[in-house]
């Protein structure tokens, strides 16, 4: 199994104060053959506009991942977590048996731009949880960097699923090879810029699922890529 999905393929909504691009079906956005990968829910890129943001409202029973591209992210919760996430920050929030939250661009002038990633966890009905980590950039430059994980390996934020996220930079002659075990597969996202993928040019917004098990990354042109390993 090799598929690409464009950029353009993906779901849109334009709330004014947010616009969002939807991998997988959600809110208004409905389409029965992209319900998920897996585990993998929900990988929304979301544009806050100034001084904007979601109000209080609650999950439950979903690991929440915030990775943020550009600007910044506060995010208040009803487990007494207040902080503010910038680029390079993973934040980790498992909403268990509940937890309400809210997340708010309070810059004037400029735009968040941030990845909202949900997977379906392997437990239900925990206690609430947040976590919040910093990869610098030397971390993810010309390697796939654990930034998500069930054991939180290598200092990765910890999540309830069997699944492992990996973000990396690459650029030029910066390459990396990943193996994925039998029986599992995986899911590449491209935040930005242009990465070539066993042959496969992908460039900002595509995505890549397969179940090759060596997977080969190439001729990075300002990119930044997200890879789940996922069962």
Known sequence: MNQIRRAAERGYADHGWLRSFHSFSFAGYHDPSHMGFGPLRVINEDRVQPGEGFGT???RDMEIISYVLEGELAHKDSMGTGSTIVPGDVQRMSAGRGVQHSEFNHDKQGVTHFLQIWIEP????????YEQKHFDTAEKR????LIASADGAAGSVRIHQDARVYAGLFDGA???RHEIAAGRKAYIHMA????????????????LKTDAHTLDFTAGEGA??????LP
């Open 224 to 229: 930044e890529v997200l890879l789940f390993d």
């Open 122 to 129: 392997n437990v239900r009905g925990i206690a609430p949880e």
């Open 192 to 207: 930005r810029g242009a990465i070539t993928v066993n042959g496969q040019r992908l460039s900002t917004g595509d995505a």
């Open 174 to 176: 910066e390459t990396a």
């Open 57 to 59: 409202h609650g999950h």
């Open 142 to 145: 010309g390697k796939l960097r």
